[in-house]
């Protein structure tokens, strides 16, 4: 791919950036009702990592939202490798459908249902995705919501240039360990618990994982296929 393909695409991800940024903030947080304490910024980071963090000093409400992250929910063959992914699948948002569009509209509401979460009091340190937060992440969705910001990310076509793909894609799960790399957050149950991580290194056919929050000072190898990408810390 020459140079120019490159800047080209990069310059096209970070203007759906923008727009997904946009639309945290025109249809989730000055939505009438939303659960506004403090100040809201919206960031595009150059990496995978996405997102929510709260300054109680500051009061302000942090989403950061990854410009490889945007590049990568692009691409059908890695959907299988993403959270998002498997909350759409498992919890039938979106009928089930997974495509671009679903994704990155998903991504948003998402990261401010953690906002929700946090203001609640109901964010918990090592169980970050816990009832609370897929109670609020339902209700997101079950009260149209979600499908508002996907129309809003899919109807504006003259920011974006060219609009965002909604046809659905079948989405093969992951089962090797293509994909993940080290610093990857991830999830996964074990013994009846769901353990937060990061991945330290990358086998053949493995994952050796540092546990973080609950879990922290516990190793584990665990199969690629019970690993759940987490969109950031």
Not at 42 to 63: F, K, M
Request: charged share 20%; with cysteine; proline share 3%.
């Amino acid at each position: 791919m020459s140079k120019a393909a490159i800047s080209t695409d990069v310059q096209f991800h970070r203007r759906v950036g923008l727009k997904m940024a946009a639309a945290i903030r025109e249809v989730l947080w000055n939505r009438p009702g939303s659960h506004r304490q403090g100040v809201l910024v919206v960031r595009l980071g150059s990496g995978r990592a996405t997102y929510h963090r709260y300054d109680p000093v500051r009061r302000e409400h942090l989403i950061n939202l990854g410009l490889e992250m945007i590049a990568a929910k692009q691409q059908p063959g890695q959907c299988g490798e993403w959270l998002s992914t498997r909350e759409i699948l498992n919890r039938g948002y979106f009928q089930r459908q997974v495509s671009v569009a679903h994704l990155l509209a998903h991504t948003c509401v998402h990261e401010f249902a953690h906002l929700v979460q946090t203001v609640q009091g109901e964010r918990r340190r090592g169980a970050v995705h816990n009832p609370a937060f897929y109670r609020i992440l339902d209700n997101l969705h079950a009260d149209g919501v979600a499908d508002a910001v996907l129309e809003y990310l899919t109807s504006a076509e003259e920011v974006l240039v060219a609009p965002l793909d909604a046809t659905p894609v079948t989405v093969a799960m992951r089962s090797s360990t293509v994909g993940f790399r080290r610093g990857d957050c991830v999830a996964f149950a074990y013994r009846q618990q769901t353990h937060t991580g990061r991945i330290t290194r990358v086998n053949r056919r493995t994952c050796s994982v540092d546990g973080t929050g609950a879990s922290r000072g516990l190793r584990f190898r665990v199969s690629p296929s019970l690993l759940e990408r987490l969109d950031g810390p």
